[in-house]
């Protein structure tokens, strides 16, 4: 158990559709990392928070948003799902974000948009 | 953009036996760090080991080592005594920490490479 949290497990829902995913980080940790594994794309790093703020951005679509609440949990909202969008979706976390600190990942959702 | 390749999609090993993931990565840059990580059957990503581009040592944890050849950009996963809980998708990962700007440290994944230990 890497400290973690992710909900829902899973998740089954239509195109259209808007959902909202929720993690909570390592007690201690400040920095967040949503990433989506696909089987087209892989493991795609999303985006990066520290202590509320945002701080990078990868391959997010504009219909994603993420934030980061004063409690430390995040939020990966996904609006107007397309079928593409069926993944697993992860989030990490990491003290402040340094290279020198491990990503510890949570389980995972699963995003079944049908 | 920073590329990670793992030419191996599947590879088995008997149990007990040694074997060896690849990884090659593509970056200009001289300060990077290297990972690999596991995914089991349960989907949970765990990390193995971890590689800083500065150190000339191979790292080493427990089973597990690597053969890290920063010229040749290589960067391979040896694991020793395959155990069949080690059956699972291998990750090879980079970190550019200049790539997304200060305090940014985003990992860039290979495709991956399904092991599988047989009895």
């Known amino acids: 158990d890497s400290g973690v949290t992710q909900t829902p497990k899973h998740l089954i829902t239509a195109t259209g559709q808007r959902v909202t995913l929720r993690c909570s980080p390592r007690s201690g940790d400040l920095s967040v990392y949503w990433y989506q594994q696909s089987l087209d794309q892989g493991l795609q790093f999303l985006i990066q928070y520290y202590n509320g703020e945002e701080r990078a951005k990868g391959n997010i679509l504009e219909r994603f948003s993420a934030q980061q609440f004063p409690d430390l949990h995040s939020e990966l909202n996904l609006s107007s799902l397309e079928l593409g969008d069926s993944a697993l979706y992860f989030c990490?976390?990491?003290?402040?974000?340094?290279?020198?600190?491990?990503?510890?990942f949570g389980p995972g959702t699963r995003l079944l948009v049908l | 953009a920073q590329t990670v390749t793992q030419s191996q999609p599947e590879m088995s090993v008997q149990e007990a036996e040694t074997v060896t993931l690849s990884c090659t990565y593509d970056?200009?840059?001289?300060?990077?760090?290297l990972f690999w990580y596991k995914q089991p059957p349960s989907r949970q990503m765990i990390l193995v080991i971890r590689q800083e581009a500065y150190k000339q040592q191979n790292a080493t944890e427990n089973r597990f080592s690597v053969n890290f050849q920063k010229a040749a950009k290589s960067f391979s996963l040896k694991i020793s005594d395959s155990q069949l809980g080690d059956t699972a998708m291998y990750f090879c990962a980079f970190m550019n920490p200049s790539y997304s700007g200060a305090g940014s440290y985003q990992l860039t994944f290979g495709k991956g490479t399904k092991l599988s230990v047989i009895p």
């Open positions: 970056t200009s840059e001289n300060n990077y760090y």
């Open positions: 990490a976390s990491s003290v402040v974000g340094g290279p020198q600190e491990t990503q510890y």
